[in-house]
């Protein structure tokens, strides 16, 4: 048993500056780390083994209870089996051509250079998101608030932050009531089917409804747009790569997967200590607020070798970008198909994607990972 985990501070300006090459060197030293707000859990087998034990490391972890992220068993497990099949592989297949329609009209309308994040990645997954929702109309209320969340979060100011989650309590309340007073002759789509879904035998609540749809746009929009951020660096870094995958695009869904473990833009997730616990042979007292570091975890060399080789086949086993254990992100295949769709397109349309020499190239701070603006050239 080690007795002293050492301090750290995640949020400082030479820290922020290069979140990746900071963990990198975090988790080579220790496998956990103290700040004011909590224990940061770096090492891939560490952060895994504290995924597989709810009962120990609970999710309820933040003040608000949110349907599913912080449930614990057992109950956890009946909203999965409730929301799970809105993500069935027959119903991502059937969204698909839509949203492969979306992904081409943005890149036929793209200027030579572009900003991946706000240019590409912001607009698509307002779009994605509104056509799969059945939300048509609201794509600019939506690019609204992922703007107005996003600031909010990057402030951790709890007032801005709980103005941010009111609107989009208005958001979706503006969606229900317009079902509701259509009743039978509500739109076929997720939403109304959402509405009629029971748990337990009983109908959802609209608290309940609430919280799932915020929890899949939250997750959808700001992750996606990230994503596509990293995803367009690496491969205007890597030219070979994109050769490659212009030749054969049906590595695409293996090929984004490791590009995101390289660059994790899903940087942490929360849990707390429910018991006397340990973690990497540290004593844990209850209550302790534990953060499981994915981006760390996904360039651990103990089981990725060297952590920036790009191994997609190798490190697929390995990756840990959707999360580990009952939590694991019900909203892959969702992701997957949206971000395929959207290289797929890119891909397609030109001949080579580099560096914008005189675009932006910003990382992105605390809480969020990848770029906040990476300027590309799309050369057709
Ligand atoms: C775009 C890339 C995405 C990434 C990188 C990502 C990542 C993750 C991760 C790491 C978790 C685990 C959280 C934990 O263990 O506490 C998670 C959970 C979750 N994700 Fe995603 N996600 C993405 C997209 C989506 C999408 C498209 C949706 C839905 C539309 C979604 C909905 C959720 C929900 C509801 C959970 C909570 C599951 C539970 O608590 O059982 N995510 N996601």
Do not use: K
Request: a negative charge; proline letters at 7%.
């Amino acid at each position: 048993m080690r007795s002293s985990i050492p301090d750290w501070e995640p949020l400082d300006d030479a820290a922020q500056a290069d979140q990746v090459r900071m963990y990198d060197a975090y988790r080579e030293d220790t496998p956990l780390a103290r700040s004011p707000r909590g224990v940061t859990v770096f090492r891939h087998e560490d952060v895994v083994a504290v995924a597989a034990d709810p009962v120990t490391f609970s999710s309820g972890a933040s003040e608000r209870r949110q349907v599913p992220n912080s449930l614990d068993p057992p109950e956890h497990a009946a909203y999965r089996a409730a929301t799970d099949p809105f993500f069935g592989a027959e119903r991502i297949a059937e969204l698909e051509p839509g949203v492969r329609r979306i992904a081409a009209d943005l890149v036929a309308t793209a200027p030579e250079t572009i900003d991946a994040v706000h240019d590409l990645g912001y607009p698509f997954a307002a779009r994605a998101q509104a056509r799969w929702l059945g939300w048509t109309g609201t794509e600019d209320r939506l690019l609204g608030w992922m703007a107005d969340n996003h600031a909010a979060t990057r402030s951790a100011d709890r007032t801005r932050t709980a103005a941010v989650a009111a609107a989009f309590d208005a958001i979706v309340a503006d969606q229900v009531q317009r079902r509701r007073a259509l009743g039978e002759d509500a739109p076929a789509d997720p939403t109304t089917e959402l509405m009629r879904t029971e748990v337990d035998g009983r109908a959802l609540t609209d608290a309940e409804i609430v919280s799932i749809l915020r929890n899949w746009t939250a997750g959808d929009l700001g992750s996606i747009a990230a994503c596509v951020g990293v995803i367009l660096h690496f491969l205007a870094t890597h030219p070979q790569v994109q050769t490659e995958l212009r030749a054969d695009p049906s590595g695409l869904a293996g090929a984004i997967d490791e590009m995101l473990r390289l660059d994790d833009p899903f940087l942490v997730n929360r849990r707390v200590v429910t018991c006397p616990a340990q973690v990497a042979g540290h004593d844990l007292e209850p209550q302790t607020r534990l953060y499981l570091n994915w981006t760390s975890a996904n360039r651990d060399p103990r089981v990725v070798g060297d952590p920036d080789a790009y191994r997609p086949l190798e490190n697929a086993v390995h990756n840990l970008v959707y999360g580990s254990g009952i939590h694991l992100c019900p909203g892959r295949p969702l992701a997957t198909m949206e971000l395929v769709a959207l290289t797929a397109e890119l891909l397609a349309a030109t001949t080579s994607l580099s560096l914008a020499a005189d675009g932006p190239a910003q990382r992105e701070t605390y809480p969020v990972g990848g770029w906040r603006a990476i300027g590309i050239r799309l050369e057709r």
